[in-house]
């Protein structure tokens, strides 16, 4: 008698998260002894991201793989991963995601019906444009695509572009005929959505590490026996260091890949970002908690 | 978009129906309430539709002539056309302006068609008591949740599911029980179309 | 499953609204078949309408339904009968010209077939032409608004693809353009089987034909802005379409002043109505995808059509058969939402370009719209020229066949469809 979970992300087949989803549903198995497995529904089958956690609080999805982008509009206290720079790259994040910081927010998750089973990567965040953006000075004016998100139109806004928020759907074409002249994105998207045909140019910003909790109906997880309670927190735990590792293993493919279209690579001085960026930790974070979590990772080396 | 199938017309055939001129005080009060909201109902549809041009005009405008993006404006006309077309659902009920198949039912004997629409129309007012009560379910998650663009609670926007479905359960309702009880012809749709 | 079907078979039988239908039968699948909680039902109708993209329906309706009750029409008529009039059967081509320009600007084949209808079915009849062939002529004609961008069926399809509009748009162009030529090559071979009913062609005049540019230039810088707007670069298809009312609703104001102003409120009711009805089926439709996307049907078709040794080019004919047989009997843009989310995920898994597939989807629900008994621009210039359906079948075949050999050619040569798209690039 298999309990399988129905399980939903909006990556396609093969990329970084439903490969740790297929990781999860290995160990779920082997630690349960096939009493406990995912369904998996890759490609936004089920919905979209914001659908998509809904389902999961609404009981007609189990599982889903969102980015905390997504999430912080249920549960707020997740913005603070959208800090610009605020992760400074994988193996920061590594590091970070076993901090009671992270911790803490997996449980203000719990108090809204969501069970936490810990952090996956989606990428770090560059940019990719029609013309060559050799530093932010260059950005000034050009019409960026950011995802539909407070922090991420405020930060290009910072940053001196014109934050231009579109359905991912409509990008590529719009792209193509330059109603926008450029878009944030992780290598991962640049490659699969074959971007680098409608944008030559890559600047590696490195502006944000877009992470992506792993979220299961509270509900679900208390109607479950403890012995496979015990097993998906293991194997949640588990599946999120492996596709962290992975991220970090595929990119370097996907560089090459990358260079291999005849993209131009172009690295920024990355200071004038930053600094830029400083004004919206004040803006954003304005809780006490959220503050001395700000600090907590931080402080983490 | 003229009328779908031929010496079909739409729009008027809704008047009246269930509730004949002559009538006592209490169906007649009735009347006017279902005259009063339907005026209602079509100022807020006319409403939605002119925030919608407005919206994505102000956003052309402001991106090309200004190149800034007005933060929240595509959020907003997305919302009003949610409510209009869940509003506007009843609206082109009343109109019988919904896509509907009607060749075979204009074939069938008149009596055995008005025998069929009685469960037809308690599985279509089903489905949107199903709506409905998914609605309100939406608005108590939507409480604690905020839109993207506008930081809005999600219940304000989730609040047309339940008041549309109502709405176009009511017009339904009439239109249905107009056809069963052999005061109109048999169809509740009207073919006209725009694909 | 048996008691869906029965229910589905019901509601489509006694003519209950299409939503209904749909809506029916996906809640109940849900209720009796899976354990997923019934507010899914709401939670995806409110997904499937929760699109910026989808904007550009009610927008294009409302632009249609202005150059349908101004002026518009009436001056690219004029400036068809001066370009193509001289042509033997000239209303035909008058037509079916004037029919390729207002698809530039409207995105429905029905509101191009009604325009064109009003103007032209009177006039052929008084020139004595054949009046079902007429008909057949216009309400092909027809077939074109939903090819030649902009079109609310590539924006339904699109959605529910996952597609890009703007791309989608693109790909109409070129084929839009050789049915309109097929069209053409076809009435006129026709025409000249009967020489002594078709004789009211005039010579051409390069005076009457600059005098009807000049009038018809106002209504031509719609479909510049539309089209043009979107092959530019300048606007996304949503935003063009905002563009195409403002500036329709201005020319007919300050130009052909063939609109009241006072009539606008009535038209934006009509806009309303008729958007909603469209768009609540794309709506609940997004409940059948997710029941579709939870059960994998797709995989199951794939998997026997990979099991019969199937092909890419059975499987595109087969498609096409049945889109065709689908067109004649049910409405498109339900067809569309019920079979898309199936058959796309068929047509990648099969490695078939997926923006291809999708062109080749438009074209074949644009036939349908034409196709008797049930296509609704056949409807629409049988009822402007009070002629039975049954009639008017007898003589429509003709103009189909170009339809349908632009239909292979897009389907079997993909460069037709994606060259626009990719040379843009
Ligand atoms: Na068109
Ligand atoms: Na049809």
């Known amino acids: 008698q298999t309990v ?31 009493r406990l497995g995912l369904q998996i529904y890759p490609n936004g089958q089920l919905g979209n991201e914001l659908p998509m956690i809904e389902g999961v609080a609404l ?17 707020r206290d997740y913005q603070l991963l959208d800090m610009p720079f605020l992760i400074r790259d994988y193996g920061h994040l590594m590091r970070v995601a076993g901090t009671p910081a992270i911790a803490q927010l997996a449980q203000a998750a719990q108090g809204r019906g969501f069970r936490v089973l810990g952090l996956y990567s989606s990428g770090v965040r560059h940019l990719m444009t029609r013309d060559p953006v050799q530093g932010m000075a260059e950005l000034r004016g050009r019409k960026i695509r950011t995802q539909q998100n407070p922090v991420h139109v405020a930060a290009f806004n910072a940053f001196g572009a014109n934050a231009t928020p579109l359905a991912y759907g409509e990008l590529y074409g719009a792209l193509q005929v330059g109603v926008v002249d450029g878009a944030e994105a992780a290598y991962t998207n640049f490659v699969a959505q074959k971007f680098y045909e409608v944008c030559k140019h890559w600047t590696t ?36 260091a492996f596709e962290r590792q992975f991220v970090v293993e595929s990119e370097a493919k996907l560089v090459e890949q990358v260079r291999a279209q005849g993209v131009t690579i172009l690295d920024p001085d990355k200071a004038p970002f930053q600094r830029a960026a400083q004004p919206l930790y004040d803006r954003f974070l304005q809780t006490e908690a959220d503050r001395a979590r700000l600090r907590l990772i931080q402080e983490t080396a | 978009m003229g009328n779908g199938q031929p010496c079909r017309m739409s729009g008027a055939a809704s008047k009246g129906g269930l509730l004949p001129a002559p009538a006592p005080l209490p169906l007649r009060m009735a009347r006017e309430a279902l005259a009063l909201l339907r005026r209602l109902v079509d100022l807020v549809l006319l409403l939605l539709l ?24 595509d959020e907003a006309a997305t919302f009003a056309q949610i409510w209009m077309v869940l509003l506007g659902a009843g609206y082109a009920m009343r109109q019988r302006l919904h896509v509907s ?17 009685v469960p037809v129309a308690g599985l279509c007012l089903w489905f949107l008591w199903v709506v409905l009560q998914g609605g309100l379910l939406l608005m108590q998650v939507g409480a604690w949740q905020t839109s993207p663009a506008l930081q809005l609670p999600m219940n304000i926007p989730y609040a047309m599911l339940p008041v549309g479905a109502a709405y176009f359960a009511l017009e339904a309702a009439l239109a249905f029980g107009a056809a069963i009880l052999g005061r109109e012809k048999v169809a509740t749709g009207g073919g006209v179309r725009v694909d | 499953m048996g008691l869906t079907f029965a229910s589905f078979a019901m509601l489509l039988v006694a003519g209950a609204p299409m939503v209904f239908v749909l809506g029916v039968a996906a809640a109940l699948t849900l209720v009796l078949t899976t354990d997923v909680p019934l507010v899914v039902v709401a939670q995806r109708l409110w997904n499937g309408l929760d699109s910026f993209p989808l904007m550009a329906i009610p927008f294009f309706i409302l632009s249609g339904l202005i150059m349908e009750h101004g002026g518009i029409a009436r001056a690219i008529v004029g400036l068809a009968a001066a370009l193509v009039g001289w042509i033997r059967g000239s209303l035909f081509m008058v037509a079916t010209v004037t029919s390729t320009f207002l698809s530039g600007i409207s995105g429905s084949g029905s509101a191009d077939t009604a325009a064109v209808s009003s103007i032209l079915l009177p006039e052929m009849r008084r020139r004595g032409y054949d009046i079902d062939y007429s008909v057949a002529v216009v309400a092909a004609a027809g077939a074109l608004g939903p090819i030649i961008p902009p079109s609310i069926i590539m924006v339904v399809l699109a959605m529910v693809c996952d597609l890009s509009v703007g791309a989608m748009f693109l790909g109409g162009i070129v084929p839009g353009l050789i049915a309109s030529a097929g ?9 000249r089987r009967d020489p002594a009913r078709y004789t009211d062609a005039e010579p051409f005049s390069p005076a009457r034909l600059r005098q009807a540019f000049l ?6 810088v719609l479909p510049v802005i539309i089209v043009g707007g979107i092959v530019g670069g300048v606007v996304t298809p949503t935003e063009a379409g905002v563009l195409a009312v403002v500036a329709g609703l201005g020319i007919d104001l300050l130009v052909y002043r063939e609109l009241k102003l006072a009539k606008l409120p009535e038209l934006m009711l009509r806009t309303v109505g008729i958007s909603a009805a469209v768009m609540i089926i794309v709506g609940t439709s997004s409940i059948f995808a997710w029941l579709v996307a939870i059960q994998d049907v797709p995989g199951m078709i794939a998997g026997w059509f990979d099991g019969a040794g199937g092909s890419r080019v059975l499987f595109l004919l087969m498609v096409n058969l049945l889109m065709l047989f689908v067109g004649m009997c049910f409405e498109e843009i339900s067809a569309l939402v019920i079979l898309m989310p199936v058959l796309m995920p068929v047509a990648v898994k099969l490695g078939i370009d997926p923006l291809h597939f999708g062109l080749v989807m438009s074209i ?22 009070r002629r039975p359906v049954g009639a008017v079948a007898r003589v429509i075949w003709i103009p189909l066949i170009p339809l349908v050999l632009v239909l292979m050619l897009c389907t079997y040569v993909p460069e037709v469809v994606l060259w626009l798209p990719r040379a843009l690039t």
């Open chain 3, 215 to 220: 009038r018809a230039i106002p209504a031509l």
């Open chain 1, 4 to 34: 399988t979970l129905r399980s939903a992300h909006t990556n396609a087949v093969g990329e970084v998260q439903d490969e740790g989803l297929r990781f999860l549903d290995r160990r779920l198995r082997e630690l349960t002894g096939n």
């Open chain 2, 101 to 117: 198949i009607e060749l075979v039912i204009e074939r069938l004997l008149e009596r055995l068609a008005r025998l069929l629409l």
């Open chain 3, 364 to 385: 074949n629900l644009s036939i349908g719209l034409v196709a008797p008994p049930y296509g609704i621009c056949t409807f629409v210039a049988c009822a402007v020229a």
């Open chain 1, 205 to 240: 910003v490195g502006w944000l590490s877009l992470t992506a909790p792993v979220v299961l109906s509270e509900r679900k997880f208390q109607s479950l026996a403890p012995d496979l309670r015990a097993a998906l927190v293991q194997a949640g735990e588990e599946s999120a």
């Open chain 1, 59 to 75: 009981g007609t999805i189990d599982l889903a793989v969102p980015s905390h982008a997504a999430f912080a509009n249920f549960v």
């Open chain 3, 183 to 191: 069209l053409m090559l076809t009435h006129w071979l026709y025409a």
């Open chain 2, 50 to 73: 002119a925030a919608m041009v407005l919206l994505v005009l102000a956003q052309v405008i402001f991106r090309y002539g200004f190149n800034h993006s007005i933060a929240g404006a």
